[in-house]
């Protein structure tokens, strides 16, 4: 007795196949991060975790700190690094950055990979001698991992990097700041090249889905963020730091 057409039977190994193809595709590639990754201002929130007005009020802060010649601070989350050493990580995009003055090295990245759950502080030569290797677990361990280890992911950034201005000598930032920052009105040309960085931006993410995300966020996520932000100068890791998983 001949057996007859079974639909459900193709249909199922049709997606037997794409949830094979699915978990074979392979994870970010670290080094194309590391060449993808552009600052998006002091705060480069790629996972977009941190609500719009705590992710002003860290820039407000970090602009200032800056302006002082204290310290430049980069925060930075990650969705992942793609299964990469955090503590290599840091110290390669530290320097691709240039975090700090390039005359002071007075630099600091503080990084967030949420895949891998892991953090860094990385610190610039020029700050060695005050944030130590000790100082900054510290801050790690009382600041940044209780939160963390609570899910209050946000509260832990805003911990360690208040924290951190705090150790270099900007406490009292102003209040006030927070309120600085002006918006601007959409043009009709800015409409039209938003949309086609998306169009763009997607047709990455079918063939390359991390530098495509990268992209996406990089160039129309962090409008109004970075106003202030004209780049870092040029400082050099010294390799000192902490690190914590969580």
Not at 24 to 52: C, K, N, T, W
Request: aromatic content about 6%.
């Amino acid at each position: 007795m001949k057996a007859g057409f079974r639909p459900e039977i193709i249909l199922g190994c049709l997606a037997l196949m794409l949830l094979v193809a699915g978990c074979s595709h392979p994870g970010p590639d670290p080094e194309q991060m590391l060449r993808s990754l552009r600052p998006q201002g002091f705060v480069s929130d790629y996972a977009r975790i941190l609500p719009p007005g705590v992710r002003r009020d860290l820039e407000n802060r970090l602009m200032e700190l800056q302006e002082s010649q204290a310290a430049e601070i980069s925060v930075v989350v990650l969705p992942s690094i793609g299964g990469a050493d955090i503590n290599d990580f840091a110290s390669r995009l530290f320097e691709r950055w240039g975090i700090g003055r390039k005359s002071r090295d007075n630099g600091i990245l503080f990084l967030v990979a949420l895949r891998e759950r892991r953090v860094r502080i990385e610190v610039g030569y020029g700050l060695e001698a005050r944030v130590t290797d000790a100082v900054t677990g510290r801050i790690l361990d009382r600041h940044v991992m209780p939160r963390f280890r609570g899910d209050d992911l946000v509260g832990g950034i805003v911990n360690g990097t208040l924290a951190l201005v705090d150790l270099v000598g900007k406490a009292a930032a102003r209040p006030e700041a927070a309120g600085n920052v002006r918006g601007e009105a959409p043009s009709a040309t800015r409409v039209g090249w938003t949309i086609l960085i998306m169009l763009l931006a997607i047709g990455l993410l079918i063939r390359h889905p991390f530098l495509g995300y990268v992209l996406l966020t990089g160039m129309g996520g962090s409008g109004g963020f970075g106003g202030g932000f004209g780049g870092f100068g040029g400082g050099a890791s010294g390799g000192g730091g902490a690190s914590r998983g969580w």
